[in-house]
């Protein structure tokens, strides 16, 4: 919002601590946008699955007897109950409940003394599929049938990882680290947007990892595109091969709206975040590390270690502190430091969340 100055304001506190607004956001934005499911890497075989939450709704994936990777709602078509749960591997889909099958095309098999029901057809039963895409191994579902594609919301991105991680195909996941934080997922969201704070209040981030001084964040339709140096090597945490990769001495990452971000630490180190509301003032956020196989690394491990304990500790409390300002009297949104020239000091960047964040909402 923008005050009688025309300077560009926070949002009003509503659009963290009204409950109806968040119903809104799980039955539009979250239902319409592609969400994380998981990695490929877990459906390596037929049969296959996972089972996964998006909006709300109980959802699985599992690899086809194709060889294919598919998703559908995780719900038997007979009376509701729900069919898989965790993860494993399956022959067919079979609910707890009557022993309804299913393969794992989701087209229904049999269920017990169906056969003995006049004009009962079994071609007409089929589980409720959801459209699933592979964007370098991670998995994205969508509620939306008639959503534009990965491609179309993020274009640039699927190339602009490969250059950044050209091994991506063979990474696994190694590490997962879950935190959650009693805030409004885009107070999470926003933080994560903007490195204003960051010299402040991530010292070790901003000192042991990255350049702040190159620091800049750049929207890409809806994608936020943030991009600096690495430290000095005689300051960096861990240990960084400058010719290994043409990119080994940068760090980018690529914030895909609403809910997934890739980054890529100096020394071409794949990690990721993805934010998981629980409620209006709960949100859950996982941070995955990645290594060629799955392999343990002492050195990724160390990393998520002080990723860990410095930087997502250090937010924890940011965010929390400001979900609680939000519901002070005393508070008025103040307007936005947006530098024309953009860099680490300006906060052009949550400017363009927040259109989107009025976008979402108005439309939903």
Not at 16 to 35: F, K
Not at 83 to 104: F, K, Q, S
Not at 134 to 151: E, I, R, V, W
Not at 183 to 196: I, P, R, T
Request: with cysteine.
């Amino acid at each position: 919002m923008n005050g009688h100055n025309g300077l560009a304001r926070a949002l009003d506190p509503r659009y963290y601590l009204d409950p109806e607004i968040y119903r809104r956001e799980l039955e539009g934005l979250m239902a319409s946008t592609w969400q994380y499911a998981g990695h490929a890497s877990q459906l390596q075989n037929k049969g296959d699955y996972f089972t996964f939450e998006i909006a709300g709704q109980n959802l699985f994936c599992l690899r086809n007897g194709n060889g294919e990777i598919r998703a559908f709602y995780n719900v038997c078509q007979h009376r509701a109950h729900e069919l898989l749960v965790g993860e494993g591997t399956v022959r067919a889909i079979v609910c707890p409940y009557h022993a309804w099958t299913y393969g794992l095309d989701g087209k229904f098999i049999r269920g017990p003394n169906t056969n003995s029901v006049p004009k009962f057809d079994a071609s007409d039963i089929c589980l409720s599929d959801v459209r699933i895409e592979n964007f370098h191994g991670f998995l994205f579902a969508n509620l939306d049938d008639n959503a534009k594609s990965m491609d179309e919301w993020f274009s640039e991105v699927r190339g602009q990882l490969l250059e950044f991680v050209p091994h991506i195909a063979e990474l696994q996941p190694t590490n997962w680290t879950k935190v959650s934080k009693n805030c409004n997922w885009k107070l999470a969201v926003e933080n994560y947007s903007e490195c204003y704070h960051c010299r402040i209040n991530h010292k070790t981030f901003a000192n042991g990892v990255i350049d702040p001084s190159t620091y800049d964040i750049q929207p890409q339709g809806y994608c936020l595109r943030h991009t600096t140096r690495c430290q000095n090597l005689d300051k960096m945490t861990y240990p960084i091969d400058l010719d290994s990769y043409p990119t080994a001495g940068s760090y980018s990452s690529w914030y895909l709206w609403p809910m997934f971000s890739f980054q890529v630490y100096p020394g071409n180190v794949l990690n990721t975040y993805h934010w998981h509301p629980k409620g209006h003032d709960t949100v859950d956020v996982w941070r995955g590390w990645y290594t060629v196989g799955g392999k343990k690394s002492d050195v990724i491990d160390t990393l998520a270690r002080q990723d860990r304990d410095t930087t997502v500790e250090e937010d924890i409390h940011l965010v929390e502190s400001v979900q609680r300002g939000l519901g002070s009297r005393g508070y008025k949104p103040g307007p936005l430091v947006i530098d024309p020239k953009s860099g680490v000091n300006s906060e052009h960047s949550i400017s363009v969340l927040h259109s989107w964040i009025r976008e979402s909402i108005e439309s939903g």
